[in-house]
């Protein structure tokens, strides 16, 4: 991740990927995080990006 400061930091995300049940159709259509403001779901390129406000500590 890198803040508003610029500077980078490491975040560990794990992310469990099961197998479709039921159609093919399994588009990831919305995701959600406790306090996000924004998230970008591109599907093509198989990545979203999702969004928080800075607070201070």
């Known amino acids: 991740m890198t803040p508003e400061t610029g500077t980078p930091q490491v975040w560990t995300v794990n992310v469990t990927v099961s197998q479709p049940a ?3 159709e399994n ?3 919305g995701f959600e995080l406790p306090g996000q403001t924004e998230v970008d779901i591109d599907e093509a390129s198989l990545w979203l990006r999702s969004r928080f406000p800075m ?3």
Do not use: R
Request: aromatic share 0%; glycine share 22%; proline share 22%.
């Open 22 to 24: 039921g159609s093919g």
């Open 27 to 29: 588009a990831i259509t």
């Open 55 to 57: 607070v201070p500590p």
